[in-house]
């Protein structure tokens, strides 16, 4: 049957409507700024934009809530509820609160790791017209009460002035400058106490386990040192790093570069060699982190006396005879046998402070360098030498 004008109008139509349905929907091109787009390509942007909003609506949660499901698409629109954040006092209150958390740990931590110096390292009142004199005392009555100590543990010290030889007994020395070296004297007291201690439970140890008693210790040499500030470090990116440097003393050679933080800790080293068997080291090293007893121990060197029979190098052992004093190279091998070893390390004591008040440390600050006034019209003179 033949198609009147009618019928083929809308035959013409209907073809006309899939042609302009199929442009619309794979629109080749794509004119945001004229709002020419294909549906299909439309449709991506919104799946994009509802992952994208579902990404930043995960961020912002914590602090606002979860998204309505219809701002991504997932169900017809309605009113959405109100947000489940909190106000930004609340905010600001949690934040306060999580500051102040986070302090006190810092503190509780501090308190673990810091010396816990006694109350006699502080220069009484009145005694700060003369400081020295009070270092003076305190210096020989602990050398003696050591002294006694070391005598009942049967602990050979070989150096009767526990580290103080050079000081001599000069007693021209400022308020600051006393405290310090009070403080190194409690660290060198507090060594060798827990060395004592560490032999004499390796002994009692033995002696309850029914064998003979093979603990023994013997102090080599003990050399209290300069408190000294440290900062922490961390290593950043070195931007003139080059792969194709292949001079290690060039800057450019170097991945990474060390950054110094701010100082706020105050270590007071003391360095000491030790003759003992390996059996009392550990105690020994098992007792220096406590509570108000936190060493530090750097730079530990353990050797075998039985080194020196090498034929190749014995510059290990040569070390240990140079550094010790006087006729130690002739007891050094004194009751030596295989359970003993020698060791040399530092111990250090920590404090902390504000690197804003400190800037350069407890001791090498300006506010604590203050020019002593007349009352430090210091008797220059050398006490006689301390009756035990």
């Known amino acids: 049957m033949a198609m009147d004008d009618t019928d083929k109008r809308l035959v013409k139509g209907m073809i006309w409507s899939v042609v302009f349905g199929a442009l619309a929907y794979f629109l080749p091109w794509h004119l945001p700024g004229l709002g020419l787009a294909g549906y299909k390509d439309q449709k991506q942007e919104e799946r994009d934009a509802h992952e994208q ?5 995960d961020k912002y949660r914590r602090f606002y809530g979860p998204l309505h499901p219809a701002y991504l698409g997932d169900f ?15 905010l600001k209150s949690l934040y306060t609160q999580s500051n102040l958390d986070i302090q006190n740990k810092i503190e509780d931590t501090k308190s673990i790791s810091r010396m816990a ?23 020989q009555l602990k050398r003696n009460r050591l002294a006694s100590a070391l005598n009942l543990a049967k602990v050979e010290c070989m150096d009767a002035d526990i580290g103080f030889s050079k000081y001599g007994g000069d007693v021209r020395m400022a308020e600051n400058e006393t405290e310090e070296m009070l403080r190194e004297l409690s660290i060198a007291e507090k060594i060798i106490g827990l060395c004592v201690a560490a032999k004499q439970r390796q002994e009692n140890f033995e002696k309850g386990s029914g064998v003979q008693p093979e ?3 013997r102090i080599l040499s003990v050399k209290p040192e300069k408190s000294v500030a440290s900062a922490p470090s961390s290593l950043i990116p070195n931007p003139r790093y080059s792969p194709e440097e292949k001079n290690p003393g060039s800057e450019r050679f170097r991945k990474y570069l060390v950054k110094p933080g701010k100082p706020f800790i105050q270590e007071y080293p003391v360095q000491i060699v030790l003759q003992c068997d390996i059996n009392s080291f550990m105690r020994f090293l098992h007792s220096v982190r406590t509570p108000g007893q936190f060493l530090v121990i750097r730079n530990l060197e353990i050797f075998s006396p039985f080194i020196e029979d090498t034929q190749v190098d014995k510059t290990e052992f040569k070390s240990f005879q140079i ?8 007891k ?3 009751k030596m046998n295989q359970e003993h070893v020698l060791v040399r390390m530092s111990a250090s004591g920590m404090d902390f402070f504000n690197p804003k008040d400190f800037p350069h440390g407890l001791y090498d600050s300006p506010k604590n360098k203050a020019a002593p006034a007349d009352n430090t019209r210091r008797r220059l003179r050398t006490l006689p030498p301390a009756t035990p």
């Open 76 to 90: 017809p629109f309605d009113e959405p509820s109100d947000p489940l954040g909190q106000p930004i006092a609340g």
């Open 53 to 57: 909003l579902r990404q930043s609506g």
């Open 332 to 334: 050094l091998h004194n």
């Open 215 to 217: 603990a023994f210790m």
């Open 117 to 139: 110096f006694e109350d006699w390292t502080k220069v009484p009142e009145k005694e700060q017209r003369d400081p020295g004199v009070y270092f003076r005392y305190m210096w």
């Open 323 to 330: 550094d010790t004093p006087g006729d130690v190279e002739k």
